[in-house]
């Protein structure tokens, strides 16, 4: 890869992918070494100790060490400290920072303070690239990312996996179909940057009239603090779960995943169907992650 | 000025300083917000809207008495006026035509619309926005303005 940050999907090549996918293969075959002097920081404005762990695991197996911030509430940031301030004295101490925050556009102001990497591993309902290669690895390794048809379903106007897989999935041959309550359609700059790319994209209210076409059925959450009121919540969220035998009208083949942590989407009897594919891609992270830090730390790989 | 004398009339004829004319009909009093003038300053300044106009129906014009205007300042008023002409007077006469062009992005002027974008939190940057063709998009948080970009406009 050759940016010095990474910010949002959209700046993803097809060619960055498929280096990041085919090093992350490598790595998960033979584990990883080559950056003994390299430090980390971990920047988590929001708690996500998923993604966090992930990271961190990562670094380590490279053979790296990470600095951790620690919580929101032990920090300087809670005295009122900005943003800016805080990137500018972490890059002091550290050869990359991985930032996650809840506002939109945490990362690509980060970046503009300081001159080390910044990974953006979230921000708001922004972007969150790395997840979306981690998407791609697993997508890869279920179904291909050429002639693909793919349904992102649940809530996609602040749902930043969706953004960022949306956007890198246009660098492939992939029809994209987005089901969503009307209120919950993807934001209006997400559509336009597809529609910019030429991208096969339709847009639908009800999972029925597409499911027997999907390769992949890539689910998120619907959150009820979206919705003024709990029974219009629960209206809508009961369309978009699924069981398996919502599933029965699909292909043999179909890829379920899910970026996690699901609540109720996702029924537990899905786990059990050869669709289920959410734990083994939250397992990508780390060699995705390893493949990820090692291309922007200029690593043993290059 | 090919303008009908009779019309031109309407509003008076300056000195020293700028006419902006064929500004979007209804738009005089944003362009006003953007070259910071809200009468506080003294400034002499004469608007005309809702025009008769052969090429646009109705315009607004604008005319400021000593003052002329930065490229920045014209970069912005055609992110809301797109036709405007904007003529510089010296001494009565017209001495130059600025070119109304669309910048690719304008910064400190529009404040972003998303209130959890990073840009309204008191951060030490300017707001920034792209300049596309039918609207702006903030360069932080990516939400695209069009219909509302006047009330977007922060100067
Ligand atoms: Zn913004």
Redesign the interface.
């Known amino acids: 890869m050759r940016h010095d940050h990474l910010i949002s999907a959209k700046q993803l090549t097809r060619q960055d992918i498929e280096g990041v996918l085919d090093r992350a293969a490598s790595f998960a075959e033979d584990g990883g070494g080559g950056h003994e002097d390299h430090l980390l920081g971990l920047l988590f404005f929001e708690p996500s100790t998923r993604t966090k762990m992930s990271f961190d695991t990562a670094m380590k197996r490279l053979g790296g060490d990470t600095v951790d911030m620690g919580s929101v509430e032990s920090s300087s940031v809670k005295k009122g400290e900005?943003?800016?301030d805080t990137v500018r004295v972490v890059a002091g101490y550290t050869d990359a920072i991985v930032l996650r925050?809840?506002?939109?556009?945490?990362a690509?102001?980060a970046s503009?303070f300081v001159d080390v990497p910044i990974i953006n591993a979230g921000?708001?309902?922004?972007q969150h690239p790395t997840q979306t290669l981690l998407d791609l690895y697993t997508i890869r390794e279920n179904a291909g990312l050429d002639d693909l048809t793919i349904g992102i379903m649940g809530d996609l106007k602040y749902g930043r996996t969706v953004h960022s897989l949306a956007a890198a999935l246009t660098n492939f041959d992939t029809r994209q179909h987005f089901i969503s309550p009307e209120s919950l359609r993807l934001?209006?700059?997400?559509r336009?940057d597809l529609h910019e790319t030429g991208a096969q994209v339709r847009e639908h209210t009800g999972l029925e009239e597409v499911l027997p076409e999907l390769d992949v059925l890539y689910v998120t959450r619907i959150q009820r603090e979206r919705f003024p009121d709990e029974n219009e919540y629960r209206q809508v969220a009961g369309q978009y779960r699924i069981d398996a035998a919502t599933l029965e009208a699909a292909k043999d083949d179909l890829t379920v995943m899910h970026p996690l942590p699901r609540v109720d989407e996702i029924a537990a009897d899905v786990d059990e169907t050869t669709h289920a594919t959410y734990f083994e891609q939250a397992h990508n992270g780390v060699p995705v992650r390893m493949a990820l830090l090692d291309a922007m730390l200029g690593g043993g790989g290059e | 000025m090919s303008d009908n004398p009779e019309r031109e009339l309407r509003v008076s004829k300056i000195r020293d300083g700028t006419v902006i004319d064929h500004i979007t009909a209804g738009q005089a009093l944003n362009v006003l917000a953007i070259l910071g003038i809200d009468g506080s300053g003294g400034e002499e300044v004469s608007v005309g809207m809702n025009v008769p106009s052969d090429r646009l129906g109705r315009k607004d014009i604008v005319k400021v008495e000593g003052r002329e205007l930065s490229q920045d300042e014209v970069d912005v008023l055609s992110l809301i006026a797109p036709a405007a002409s904007i003529n510089i007077v010296r001494d009565y006469e017209v001495v130059e035509k600025a070119r109304v062009t669309r910048p690719t992005f304008v910064s400190g002027v529009l404040s972003c619309p998303n209130a959890n974008c990073i840009s309204t939190q008191g951060e030490p940057v300017e707001s920034r926005f792209e300049v596309l063709d039918d609207a702006v998009r903030c360069v932080y948080c990516d939400t695209i303005i069009r219909e509302d970009l006047p009330e977007r406009i922060d100067v």
């Open positions: 900005s943003l800016a925050h809840p506002s939109e556009g945490a690509k102001l503009e921000d708001g309902a922004g934001p209006r700059g997400v336009y």
